[in-house]
């Protein structure tokens, strides 16, 4: 409990006295080394070692926890803990090797929705920007219970986690694109973009724009299964993040050299333009306020007419393409509240690799059985 902690105050008082340049240094005693460091040591936790005793329990039978009194909140609050930890790309790395990996993999598969998503979504910070996890997990077979939640969970955050996983997973990693592929993942985004929840909409759009961009021969995969016609009808949605992602992916087909006058969307010619007209229309109608917020959705309505028709859209001739003021750049407010010295050391400050954290009660560790 926090009441029984080391005194803070004297803590402070103590290292302001010994460091504030008034006095020449001094050799400290034992007794002051000894108590300063169990100051600083009841304050932190070695992180192998916890992330060693939260394998331990992941390794567990879900039985065994049960009849330790463990329940599925205090397993989510394990999986919490997890997650801060290996936002360092050396602990993501070092889970494997003491064994975490796998069984973390497994909670994909885990009886109750919420520690299934919450797995997906420790799954994706650990691969997030980092090959070396991102193979590791493919090696695990871990693409595999990501794509089963993603498709085919009754439970739309289980879904869009797995989601979201999959797309960090997947991303500038080669052979997980192919996987995808294979695996009919495509099919499994038609039904995601169909969904009522915008967010796990969002997350689709974005990953098939990400995938287009990357290989604009899936663009045939996307028309075959009439991908572009949900998009257009997103390009409507009340959500602007939506609709924004959905003008992305558009973008993206109208680019592809293949598809005729209109990239890959020259079936939809017309709808497209009948929407376009609509969302420029609707942009023109706006107040000052939203016309600044739409910013992004400005742009992209003006890309991808220009993409599609070779002139520039009517946004441009409304001067609604660019308003006063946005391309200056942004007034510098924080700089004169910043001493030259500290700026230099904020710049060429680095923390350690193996970070220790602030200790928090392991509520997870597993007790005795109870009586019969």
């Given at each position: 409990?926090?009441?029984?902690?080391?005194?803070?105050?004297?803590?402070?008082?103590?290292?302001?006295?010994?460091?504030?340049?008034?006095?020449?240094t001094?050799?400290?005693?034992?007794?002051?080394?000894?108590?300063?460091?169990?100051?600083?040591?009841?304050q932190?936790?070695?992180?192998?070692?916890?992330?060693?005793?939260?394998t331990?329990?992941?390794?567990?039978?879900?039985?065994v926890?049960?009849?330790?009194?463990?329940?599925?909140?205090?397993?989510e609050?394990?999986?919490?803990?997890?997650?801060?930890?290996?936002?360092?790309?050396?602990?993501?790395?070092?889970?494997?090797?003491?064994?975490?990996?796998?069984?973390?993999?497994?909670?994909?598969?885990?009886?109750?929705?919420?520690?299934?998503?919450?797995?997906?979504?420790?799954?994706?910070?650990?691969?997030?920007?980092n090959?070396?996890?991102?193979?590791?997990?493919?090696e695990?077979?871990?693409?595999?219970?990501?794509?089963?939640?993603?498709?085919?969970?009754?439970?739309?955050?289980?879904?869009?986690?797995?989601?979201?996983?999959?797309?960090s997973?997947?991303?500038h990693?080669?052979?997980?694109?192919?996987?995808?592929?294979?695996?009919?993942?495509?099919?499994?985004?038609?039904?995601?973009?169909?969904?009522?929840?915008?967010r796990?909409q969002?997350?689709?759009?974005?990953?098939?724009?990400y995938?287009?961009?990357?290989?604009?021969?899936?663009?045939?995969?996307?028309?075959?299964?009439?991908l572009?016609?949900?998009?257009?009808?997103?390009?409507?949605?009340?959500?602007?993040?939506?609709?924004?992602a959905?003008?992305?992916?558009?973008?993206?087909l109208?680019?592809?050299?293949?598809g005729?006058?209109?990239?890959?969307?020259?079936?939809?010619?017309?709808?497209?333009?009948?929407?376009?007209?609509?969302?420029?229309?609707?942009?023109?109608?706006?107040?000052?306020?939203?016309?600044?917020?739409?910013r992004?959705?400005?742009?992209?309505?003006d890309?991808?007419?220009?993409t599609?028709?070779?002139?520039?859209?009517?946004?441009?001739?409304?001067?609604?393409?660019?308003?006063?003021?946005?391309?200056?750049?942004?007034?510098?407010?924080?700089?004169?509240?910043?001493?030259?010295p500290?700026?230099?050391?904020?710049a060429?400050?680095?923390?350690?690799?193996?970070?220790?954290?602030?200790?928090?009660?392991?509520?997870?560790?597993?007790?005795?059985?109870?009586?019969?």
């Amino acid at each position: 409990m926090a009441k029984d902690g080391p005194n803070w105050d004297g803590l402070l008082k103590w290292s302001i006295a010994n460091s504030d340049g008034t006095r020449p240094t001094r050799n400290l005693s034992e007794e002051d080394k000894r108590w300063f460091m169990e100051a600083m040591q009841s304050q932190t936790v070695d992180v192998i070692k916890r992330m060693k005793e939260i394998t331990m329990v992941m390794q567990t039978p879900e039985q065994v926890l049960e009849a330790q009194g463990v329940t599925a909140a205090d397993i989510e609050d394990m999986l919490d803990e997890l997650q801060e930890h290996v936002e360092s790309i050396d602990m993501a790395n070092d889970l494997h090797s003491i064994g975490g990996l796998v069984p973390l993999l497994g909670y994909l598969k885990n009886s109750h929705a919420n520690i299934r998503a919450k797995a997906a979504e420790v799954v994706s910070t650990i691969v997030q920007n980092n090959p070396r996890s991102q193979q590791l997990v493919m090696e695990a077979n871990g693409l595999e219970p990501l794509l089963s939640n993603f498709a085919s969970d009754p439970d739309v955050t289980v879904r869009t986690k797995a989601l979201g996983a999959i797309s960090s997973l997947i991303r500038h990693n080669k052979p997980g694109i192919a996987a995808f592929r294979l695996a009919n993942g495509y099919a499994a985004l038609r039904d995601a973009v169909g969904a009522d929840s915008a967010r796990f909409q969002r997350k689709a759009l974005n990953l098939i724009q990400y995938l287009l961009h990357e290989n604009h021969s899936d663009c045939n995969v996307v028309n075959e299964l009439g991908l572009p016609r949900v998009m257009l009808h997103l390009a409507l949605s009340e959500d602007a993040e939506v609709r924004e992602a959905a003008l992305r992916g558009l973008i993206e087909l109208a680019r592809d050299k293949t598809g005729g006058s209109n990239g890959g969307l020259g079936e939809e010619d017309e709808k497209l333009k009948q929407i376009l007209e609509e969302r420029i229309k609707g942009i023109s109608l706006m107040s000052p306020e939203d016309l600044g917020a739409a910013r992004e959705e400005r742009q992209l309505v003006d890309s991808l007419w220009s993409t599609c028709y070779k002139d520039p859209s009517s946004l441009r001739e409304k001067g609604l393409l660019s308003l006063p003021g946005e391309d200056d750049p942004p007034p510098d407010v924080a700089s004169k509240h910043f001493e030259p010295p500290l700026r230099g050391w904020a710049a060429n400050h680095t923390g350690d690799s193996k970070p220790s954290v602030k200790k928090q009660e392991a509520p997870l560790l597993l007790g005795p059985s109870p009586p019969n």
